[in-house]
């Protein structure tokens, strides 16, 4: 089935560097649109970046300059790199998969998602 494991969440000051790792499995890794969402409570889910087949990217413009998203097809590994963090960068980060048949990325928004890992937690202190 599939499954997506994130890992790399740590507690930071701000200013430092973080790199979120989610690894996949259970599907065909390199044929699907990847993003990257952050939650914090009582917030909805909301979408900090996308990969799509051809390596194109989408970033939300709040993370802009800042964070990359990358993917490794032949590990099956899809990575966030967030530099110059802040503490609203704080909250947990969730890996995502589109559905089956989905290269091609469309909106940064959550219901496009069809798969979850079980998310990473990023905490940036002032």
């Known amino acids: 089935q599939v499954q997506l494991v994130e890992s790399g969440g740590d507690s930071v000051q701000h200013g430092e560097s973080l790199t979120l790792s989610c690894a996949a499995s259970g599907f065909p890794f390199n044929l699907r649109c990847m993003g990257w969402f952050r939650q914090t409570p009582g917030q909805g889910r909301e979408g900090v970046a996308q990969i799509d087949i051809g390596n194109s990217t989408t970033i939300t413009e709040s993370v802009k300059g800042r964070f990359t998203i990358s993917r490794d097809n032949t590990k099956n590994i899809l990575y966030l790199q967030m530099n110059s963090l802040k503490p609203d960068d704080s909250g947990m980060y969730y890996c995502?998969?589109?559905?089956?048949?989905?290269?091609?990325?469309?909106?940064?928004?959550?219901?496009?998602?069809?798969?979850w890992g079980q998310g990473t937690q990023v905490t940036v202190s002032s």
């Open positions: 995502a998969a589109r559905p089956g048949g989905y290269g091609r990325c469309e909106e940064l928004d959550a219901p496009y998602f069809a798969a």
